[in-house]
């Protein structure tokens, strides 16, 4: 692994995702590959995993920005100040603008609940999944372009919906594939260099 590779994860939420990701690498002596989470709820779980394990964090809330232009413009300054070569997009409800795109070409990854080309630009796609009766649904982790759920896979799992699912019991079926596969994209963009 290359030793400049430094990633930021963004969310907007609670930061499951992001949570278990730092929590991951710093059960595995790869702390040192996360440089900072970036989010917006006061209440992340994200953050607080951050703070336990000495990695920085800067909250940033849209509503404290007059727009979202000025939003991402402060957060690309922050990001390379802080030496971030890497973003993954864990929970984060903003489309990335073109100014973030061109500082970090191809090095910014998206999880989304879904398999591509499914169910894409909702915040809603597991409950998609199940109002539309799939029986197979699943995450897909991409790089992102400038549109919401496009661009390049890198990694696709699927998830099962079994016979009287309901949002309550098939989200912890994607609970327990997303770190997986969230560590396995991190990788292979680390390989791309």
């Known amino acids: ?64 920005f007059d727009n979202k232009r000025d939003h991402q413009a402060k957060m690309v300054d922050i990001l390379l100040e802080n030496g971030i070569t890497h973003i993954f997009l864990l929970g984060f409800e903003h489309l990335i603008r073109k100014q973030m795109l061109d500082a970090f070409p191809n090095k910014i990854a998206n999880i989304h609940p879904s398999l ?6 909702t ?3 597991i409950q998609d999944a199940l109002d539309y009766g799939v029986k197979v649904t699943g995450i897909t982790t991409h790089i992102i372009d400038d549109r919401f759920d496009r661009g390049t896979i890198l990694c696709q799992e699927p998830v099962r919906i079994d016979e009287g699912d ?24 680390e390989n791309q260099n």
């Open 116 to 121: 591509f080309p499914s169910f894409l630009a």
């Open 1 to 64: 692994m290359d030793r400049n590779i430094k990633w930021a994860f963004l969310c907007s939420f609670w930061g499951k995702n992001a949570k278990d990701a730092i929590a991951w690498h710093a059960e595995n002596d790869q702390i040192d590959r996360i440089g900072m989470v970036i989010y917006e709820q006061e209440n992340c779980g994200a953050a607080d995993e951050a703070k336990l394990n000495g990695i920085k964090h800067v909250r940033m809330p849209l509503k404290d």
């Open 123 to 125: 915040k809603t796609a």
């Open 166 to 189: 309901t949002f309550d019991t098939l989200y912890p079926k994607f609970s327990s594939k997303g770190l997986p596969l969230i560590i396995e994209s991190m990788k292979l963009m």
